[in-house]
């Protein structure tokens, strides 16, 4: 009997062991799944980081991540205004495709709201293990709305909730979750800056999920207008220096409609840029500190070319770089946006890519490092091969964009080949301007009068491209 009995103690002692050895196995496991920060910054332009050749304004910090990481040169945004750009990263769908194809107001607070039948990438990983959060500017949804990015895929979501209510960056009131934060803004009295407290939750989250693999998103609101800092801002107070810049005439008092006026748009401006720099440094810091940076992929990029609103000066800074265009524009400046990843030790440090790719690759890559499937069909392609060296790199046939404001616009990639048509609401079978990008990206030069068979071509695509969405039509074009 006492034999039996100390096999038996003998069986349990190795059962426990097995299950510690298992869930030992299953821990690693999990931590060997990368951990992904995509940081977005909103209305930044192709030109206005240093190693994009911005001359005016200091990005030390992304500089850095350029020069450790992967620098790209032809990477696309999913659109030219923010929430369509959004819905195409989210969805993994470009706009002739993606539910959310317009900035369409739903009132009294929020935007056109994704549906329940899609399966955004924050859905993904999250069912692939991944804790998820998103800090910042949503633009997708409502609160309570199908569309809500608590709903959507995020286990934690804080900042606007509504695009609109983000151009104040001294707002009364962010959104944690489903509940609403107040603040003591006033359009007379200035305390809190969004930004700020949106990057010290953004830290806090880190912080809390460092012991499991997180996605952590984080859809920066600089430097859309309005053109706002806190008072005494160093970095603004040192460009109005180097630009002498003089002040301009504004209103003694702001009513609280449209955008806060400012007396020192360029510094404001440059300083913002600054200012989202030093949040990406922090942000790279904290991953370091914390010893998670060897298994964090990095990614930084921007929803669309820089705006001219608030009294910003995209010329000023060359902030389009050499292409033409700025936001609402199809031409390569209004789409055509930075892009830096860095992953130590698994993506070359100091390259440069000229892989063409655009918003919706982003989900079947992170399905890729996160070992699980595109939960659905995709107009993207993983470029992790192109990141990482291993593989053979597949090509997208073609890369479309539509845009329903400004009479309707939309445009189409076929290798070097770019066509832009305009007026698509009054004139949808109506001219087509070509472009060779190669020889041309500044879009200078249109060749649809020497092409026309290439101009069929892309014409078909186009309209293969779209598919109808009642709630985002080309108003008398379908």
Not at 190 to 203: K, P
Not at 261 to 276: D, E, F, G, I, K
């Amino acid at each position: 009997m006492r034999n039996i009995c100390c096999y038996g103690l003998l069986l349990c002692a190795l059962g426990t062991a097995s299950c510690a050895s298992q869930a030992r196995q299953e821990e690693t496991a999990a931590r060997q799944k990368p951990n992904i920060v995509l940081i977005l910054a909103d209305d930044l332009g192709y030109g206005d980081l240093g190693c994009y050749g911005q001359e005016k304004i200091r990005t030390p910090h992304l500089d850095r991540m350029a020069a450790g990481g992967m620098r790209f040169t032809q990477f696309y945004a999913g659109s030219t205004v923010c929430a369509p750009s959004r819905s195409s990263l989210m969805t993994g769908l470009h706009t002739g495709h993606t539910p959310v194809r317009g900035n369409k107001e739903i009132q009294p607070e929020g935007q056109w709201p994704l549906p329940d039948t899609i399966t955004t990438m924050a859905r993904m990983l999250q069912q692939a293990g991944y804790a998820t959060g998103a800090f910042g500017k949503w633009g997708l949804g409502p609160v309570g709305s199908a569309g809500d990015p608590v709903k959507r895929g995020f286990d934690e979501f804080f900042g606007y909730n509504c695009q609109r209510q983000s151009h104040n960056f001294f707002p009364d009131h962010l959104w944690h979750n489903d509940q609403r934060v107040n603040y003591p803004n006033t359009p007379d009295s200035f305390h809190v800056y969004s930004a700020q407290e949106i990057h010290e939750q953004a830290l806090a989250f880190i912080d809390a999920h460092r012991e499991q693999p997180f996605f952590l998103f984080l859809p920066y609101t600089m430097p859309h207008a309005a053109l706002q800092l806190p008072a005494g801002d160093s970095a603004m107070e040192a460009y109005k220096q180097a630009f002498h810049e003089q002040a301009r005439p504004v209103p003694a008092k702001w009513n609280g409609k449209g955008y806060a006026p400012q007396p020192y748009p360029h510094a404001t401006y440059a300083a913002m840029v600054s200012r989202l720099d030093a949040y990406v440094g922090q942000v790279m810091q904290k991953l370091q500190d914390l010893g998670l940076d060897s298994n964090t992929i990095v990614i930084f990029t921007s929803d669309n070319g820089p705006h001219e609103e608030g009294g910003n000066d995209p010329a000023f800074f060359n902030s389009n770089g050499p292409f033409r265009g700025i936001k609402r524009d199809v031409y390569e400046g209004g789409i055509r946006e930075p892009m830096i990843v860095r992953w130590p030790g698994r993506v070359q440090a100091g390259v440069t890519s000229s892989y063409v790719g655009a918003f919706w690759d982003f989900m079947p890559t992170f399905a890729a490092l996160a070992g699980t499937e595109v939960p659905q069909q995709t107009d993207g392609i993983s470029f992790l091969p192109a990141l990482t060296g291993v593989g053979a790199q597949q090509q997208h046939a073609y890369l479309y964009w539509e845009f329903h404001e400004k009479g309707g616009r939309r445009a189409l990639r076929m290798g070097n080949w770019k066509a832009v048509q305009l007026n698509v609401s009054r004139e949808p079978a109506g001219p087509m301007e070509l472009y060779r990008l190669d020889k041309d990206p500044e879009e200078q030069h249109d060749l649809a009068a020497q092409q026309p068979e290439i101009v069929e071509k892309m014409r078909a695509l186009m309209e293969q491209a779209h598919v109808r969405n009642e709630a985002f039509p080309f108003k008398g074009a379908e």
